[in-house]
């Protein structure tokens, strides 16, 4: 069975950055698709940033320009390095996995990991 097991998160003051990652048991590229998403007090769970098995990658408008997606699969990492951080990033961030298995859409989600920005 697929885990997804995120680290990373924490206090940073605004303007500073993160890195948080996400450890998948099993081989990483084998899913089409790896994503972040957050999820703030109240508010949906929406998608930050998505890379696929190809390497492209596209982000939120909110976060372009300062978050990075990178995936490493000899590791089964998949990360995301947030720089000019902003108070409206705070949420939990989730790791997504995504692959097609014998023609059905299988998805995997990780815990989450808090990350808090201070103004």
């Known amino acids: 069975q697929v885990q997804l097991v995120e680290s990373g998160g924490g206090l940073v003051q605004a303007g500073g950055s993160l890195n948080v990652s996400c450890a998948a048991s099993?081989?990483?590229?084998?899913?089409?698709?790896m994503a972040w998403y957050r999820q703030a007090p109240g508010k949906q769970r929406d998608l930050v940033a998505r890379i696929t098995s190809g390497g492209s990658t596209n982000y939120a408008d909110s976060v372009k320009g300062r978050f990075t997606i990178s995936r490493e699969n000899a590791k089964n990492r998949v990360y995301l390095q947030m720089n000019s951080l902003k108070p409206e990033d705070t949420a939990v961030y989730y790791c997504?996995?995504?692959?097609?298995?014998?023609?059905?859409?299988?998805?995997?989600w990780g815990q989450g990991t808090q990350v808090t920005v201070s103004s």
């Open positions: 997504y996995a995504a692959r097609i298995v014998l023609g059905s859409l299988n998805n995997y």
């Open positions: 099993g081989d990483i590229f084998s899913f089409n698709t």
